[in-house]
């Protein structure tokens, strides 16, 4: 039996950067935390699969998810320690949920659920996708961008989760909304 993951504590923010793939989740959280000037979690599932295809042409699968989401929390306590009361993470657990239910036929393992329900974020973003799909060696599913939308806003508000949707095609206004909304909804104090 895998072990429970365990947040670093800490009196940090933490706001998650979520959505489909292509909707410019990890050029938003680098923005962000250098416009807020604090640290970011980058996403672990992109540089773990990356490895994973370029040394051996293979795709994630049902093991690797557990894999995943422990790379993840890992960054994500040793970036919270020198962060400037935010932290940005690109991506969370629930971003692996949503993806292992749509990719492997409504399937999550249980663990990942109930690790879901321990760790805590103070807000999220969700990126639609009004933005144009870029291909790269890991996205797999342009046509299915507006199902992964559905998928990750469904886990937010199953897990009742403060959040909002970032829309606009244009990555500036985006970038606004994200800075005025994470303004207005994350007390600084």
């Known amino acids: 039996m895998e072990k429970n993951l365990t947040q670093n504590e800490s009196l940090i923010k933490r706001v998650v950067i979520c959505g489909p793939e292509s909707t410019g989740k990890s050029t938003l959280t680098v923005k962000l935390a250098s416009y807020f000037k604090t640290n970011y979690v980058s996403e672990y599932a992109r540089d773990y699969l990356q490895s994973k295809w370029d ?72 990126l639609n996708t009004d933005t144009s799909w870029i291909r790269d060696d890991l996205r797999d599913r342009p046509n299915d961008r507006k199902k992964m939308f559905s998928a990750h806003k469904e886990e937010l508000k199953l897990c009742h989760v403060k959040f909002d949707i970032i829309t606009g095609s244009d990555f500036e206004e985006r970038f606004q909304q994200a800075i005025d909304l994470i303004k207005k909804k994350i007390n600084f104090d």
């Open 55 to 126: 040394d051996k042409k293979e795709v994630c699968n049902k093991e690797d998810l557990i894999k995943i989401a422990k790379g993840q929390v890992e960054r994500e306590n040793t970036n919270i320690n020198n962060s400037n009361k935010l932290l940005f993470c690109d991506t969370n657990i629930l971003t692996t949920i949503a993806w292992s239910k749509t990719h492997f036929d409504g399937f999550c393992d249980p663990w990942l659920i109930k690790q879901s329900k321990l760790l805590k974020y103070d807000y999220y973003l969700i």
